[in-house]
C-alpha cells in the first residue's frame, strides 16, 4: 500500500512539475520571444504605413552597428538633418516592432532641423538577439548609442523619445548616470514595471486560468534562466526617482494595453523637472495619431524650456 502510495505521489509530482515546465515555456515564448512584422501587417493607422516608407526611402538614411556590452550586433538608422545641427533625436520603437515604425516622429524632428537615430532594439529589425529586454538590457543598449553619437560629435545635444517599451526604455535610461549631452526625454505610454504589466497583460489573456502570482512566479523563473534577468528588476517608476533628465510623461486616456493611471504615477514619482500630457481620445501610442498638434505643440513647448 505504502508503495502504491508512493508510485501514485510521484505521479502526481511528474504531472505537476511537467505542467508547470509547459506552461513557464509557453509564458515564455509569447512573452520573450520576438516576432518581427511584415509588410503585409496592417499599421494600426495610414500616417505611420507613412512614416515607415518615409524612413525605408529617405535618401540620406544610413545604417550604423555598434557592439552591445554583451558582443551582440546593434543596428540603426541615422538621418542627418539637411543642415548641420548639434541636436540628435534618439527615438526609441516599441515591442513587436522595430524602427521604421518611427517614420512620423523622424519626420517631425528632421523638419525642425534636428539629426535622428532610430535604433532597433535587441531581438528586432536588423540587431542581434533572442529574447525582448523591455528595457532591462536595453537601456544600456541606448547609452551605447548615446556614446556613439557623442564620439562623433562631442557638441551633441541629444533628447530620448520613445513608445511604450521604447519609453519604458527611455526612462530606465534616465535612470542611469547619464552624460551632460543628454538634455530631455519623452516618454509616451510607459509601463511603471514590468512585473505590473504581465501581470496586467495576463488577466487579458484566454485562458489564463492559473493565479497570477503563480504564473508571475513561474514567469519569473524563466525568464531568469532563459535570459538572464529578473523582470522585477525591469523598473522604471523606480528609475525615475533618480533621474535628473528633464522628462515629459504622455499617454492617451484611452490606452486599454498599459493603463494610462502608470503614466500618472510615473509622473508623481519622478523626481526630475517634468511635465505631463493625457491625450483624450487616443489609445495606446495613438497620441501621435489622435491629436498631433497637441502632441508636437506639447512636445516643442516642453524641449523649448530645456537646454536642447
Request: glycine content about 6%; hydrophobic content about 40%.
Given at each position: 500500500m505504502a508503495k502504491k502510495n508512493t508510485l501514485v505521489s510521484l505521479g502526481l509530482f511528474s504531472a505537476l512539475f511537467g505542467g508547470a515546465y509547459a506552461f513557464s515555456n509557453y509564458l515564455y515564448k509569447i512573452s520573450m520571444v520576438p516576432k518581427q512584422l511584415t509588410d503585409e501587417t496592417n499599421d494600426f493607422d495610414p500616417s505611420i504605413t507613412e512614416g515607415r516608407m518615409f524612413v525605408?526611402?529617405?535618401?540620406?538614411?544610413?545604417?550604423?552597428?555598434?557592439?552591445?556590452?554583451?558582443?551582440?550586433?546593434?543596428?540603426?538608422?541615422?538621418?542627418?538633418?539637411?543642415?548641420?545641427?548639434?541636436?540628435?533625436?534618439?527615438?526609441?520603437?516599441?515591442?513587436?516592432?522595430?524602427?521604421?515604425?518611427?517614420?512620423i516622429y523622424a519626420k517631425h524632428y528632421l523638419e525642425k532641423g534636428i539629426n535622428c537615430l532610430l535604433p532597433d532594439l535587441r531581438g528586432f529589425g536588423k540587431s542581434e538577439g533572442k529574447y525582448i529586454g523591455y528595457g532591462y538590457d536595453d537601456r544600456l543598449d541606448i547609452l551605447e548609442?548615446?556614446?556613439?553619437?557623442?564620439?562623433?560629435?562631442?557638441?551633441?545635444?541629444?533628447?530620448?523619445?520613445?513608445?511604450?517599451?521604447?519609453?519604458?526604455?527611455?526612462?530606465?535610461?534616465?535612470?542611469?548616470?547619464?552624460?551632460?549631452?543628454?538634455?530631455?526625454?519623452?516618454?509616451?505610454?510607459?509601463?511603471?514595471?514590468?512585473?505590473?504589466q504581465f501581470a496586467h497583460t495576463y488577466k487579458m489573456f484566454k485562458g489564463s486560468f492559473i493565479p497570477v502570482p503563480i504564473a508571475l512566479f513561474l514567469a519569473r523563473i524563466i525568464i531568469r534562466l532563459k535570459a538572464g534577468f529578473d523582470i522585477n528588476d525591469v523598473n522604471p517608476i523606480e528609475a525615475v526617482e533618480r533621474s535628473t533628465t528633464p522628462t515629459l510623461f504622455i499617454h492617451g486616456d484611452n490606452d486599454t494595453f498599459i493603463d494610462p493611471q502608470m503614466c500618472s504615477r510615473l509622473y508623481e514619482t519622478a523626481k526630475c523637472p517634468k511635465q505631463y500630457c493625457l491625450i483624450l481620445g487616443a489609445g495606446h501610442i495613438e497620441c501621435v495619431v489622435r491629436d498631433p498638434e497637441n502632441y508636437w505643440a506639447k512636445i516643442d513647448n516642453f524641449l523649448s524650456k530645456t537646454e536642447f
Amino acid at each position: 500500500m505504502a508503495k502504491k502510495n508512493t508510485l501514485v505521489s510521484l505521479g502526481l509530482f511528474s504531472a505537476l512539475f511537467g505542467g508547470a515546465y509547459a506552461f513557464s515555456n509557453y509564458l515564455y515564448k509569447i512573452s520573450m520571444v520576438p516576432k518581427q512584422l511584415t509588410d503585409e501587417t496592417n499599421d494600426f493607422d495610414p500616417s505611420i504605413t507613412e512614416g515607415r516608407m518615409f524612413v525605408r526611402k529617405h535618401p540620406n538614411r544610413q545604417d550604423m552597428y555598434i557592439e552591445a556590452i554583451d558582443q551582440i550586433k546593434l543596428h540603426a538608422s541615422y538621418i542627418a538633418a539637411k543642415e548641420n545641427s548639434h541636436r540628435y533625436a534618439i527615438i526609441i520603437h516599441g515591442i513587436w516592432d522595430n524602427h521604421e515604425t518611427n517614420g512620423i516622429y523622424a519626420k517631425h524632428y528632421l523638419e525642425k532641423g534636428i539629426n535622428c537615430l532610430l535604433p532597433d532594439l535587441r531581438g528586432f529589425g536588423k540587431s542581434e538577439g533572442k529574447y525582448i529586454g523591455y528595457g532591462y538590457d536595453d537601456r544600456l543598449d541606448i547609452l551605447e548609442w548615446i556614446y556613439w553619437i557623442i564620439k562623433r560629435d562631442p557638441e551633441a545635444k541629444i533628447i530620448l523619445h520613445g513608445m511604450s517599451m521604447g519609453s519604458a526604455t527611455t526612462l530606465m535610461t534616465t535612470g542611469e548616470k547619464l552624460p551632460p549631452n543628454v538634455k530631455a526625454a519623452i516618454a509616451d505610454s510607459s509601463y511603471t514595471t514590468l512585473r505590473e504589466q504581465f501581470a496586467h497583460t495576463y488577466k487579458m489573456f484566454k485562458g489564463s486560468f492559473i493565479p497570477v502570482p503563480i504564473a508571475l512566479f513561474l514567469a519569473r523563473i524563466i525568464i531568469r534562466l532563459k535570459a538572464g534577468f529578473d523582470i522585477n528588476d525591469v523598473n522604471p517608476i523606480e528609475a525615475v526617482e533618480r533621474s535628473t533628465t528633464p522628462t515629459l510623461f504622455i499617454h492617451g486616456d484611452n490606452d486599454t494595453f498599459i493603463d494610462p493611471q502608470m503614466c500618472s504615477r510615473l509622473y508623481e514619482t519622478a523626481k526630475c523637472p517634468k511635465q505631463y500630457c493625457l491625450i483624450l481620445g487616443a489609445g495606446h501610442i495613438e497620441c501621435v495619431v489622435r491629436d498631433p498638434e497637441n502632441y508636437w505643440a506639447k512636445i516643442d513647448n516642453f524641449l523649448s524650456k530645456t537646454e536642447f
